[in-house]
């Protein structure tokens, strides 16, 4: 299968530790995105990466979650000091360059905070 | 960015079409309308995109409005697997084309 994956799947962990996701996006895809998804709501955005550069980040990162994606193939998503409001479904999607093109998403990482 | 209105949830016999309607009155002319759709405890898949054509794959169709103000996602026969919440989503320049997500439509197919 060489769609985006994502470990871990699931993740649960208590309040104030750090916990870091993976994801590995389709091999020749240039372009990474994170994502947030809590109950009954729609995906947001967290930030993206073009290449090793992330290039955007929503007001939704606060300075306890950090991103990096370091030679522009996977990325990881780390949260600091967790609080049971970061509880949620994390989504990485990743796409080729050009205007429109389709996002691929992994299953996600669900995390719970205890 | 321009937003999107779908309904909360639609519901349709296995079999028969489905039509998901979306509004986005605030497009803009280089707006694309994008279709995804979730899985139960997967992540959203890709459906479908047009701009200003009506578009046909295998998946489903798109019928754009002629002044882009709506759009409707066609099912042209339901069947259980295609129970899932659909988005309908304009493609934004900013955030390397990020997608927008709202809340969707639920979609329920009945046997």
């Known amino acids: 299968d060489t769609g985006v994956s994502q470990n871990p799947r699931h993740k649960i962990t208590k309040r104030g530790q750090n916990v870091t996701f993976r994801c590995d996006p389709i091999?020749?895809?240039?372009?990474l995105y994170w994502y947030r998804q809590t109950l009954g709501q729609g995906p947001e955005f967290l930030t993206y990466f073009q290449n090793e550069a992330q290039l955007e980040k929503s007001r939704l990162l606060s300075d306890r979650f950090s991103a990096e994606r370091p030679k522009g193939s996977f990325s990881t998503l780390e949260i600091q000091r967790t609080e049971q409001g970061d509880s949620a479904m994390y989504l990485c999607?990743?796409?080729?360059?050009?205007?429109?093109?389709?996002?691929?998403f992994g299953p996600g990482t669900r995390l719970l905070v205890l | 960015d321009a937003k999107t209105t779908q309904p909360n949830s639609m519901e349709s016999n296995e079999e028969e079409p489905v039509h998901l309607p979306c509004n986005h009155s605030t497009i803009s002319g280089t707006d694309y309308i994008h279709w995804y759709r979730q899985l139960p405890s997967q992540g959203p898949e890709y459906v479908i995109h047009g701009l200003t054509s009506n578009v046909n794959n295998r998946m489903a169709s798109l019928a754009i409005a002629e002044d882009r103000k709506s759009s409707t996602l066609i099912l042209h026969r339901a069947t259980l697997r295609d129970a899932a919440v659909y988005y309908c989503?304009?493609?934004?320049?900013?955030?390397?084309?990020?997608?927008?997500f709202g809340k969707g439509t639920s979609l329920l197919v009945t046997p």
């Open positions: 999607a990743s796409r080729s360059s050009g205007n429109q093109e389709t996002q691929y």
């Open positions: 989503i304009l493609g934004a320049l900013g955030r390397g084309y990020a997608l927008n």
């Open positions: 091999s020749e895809h240039n372009r």
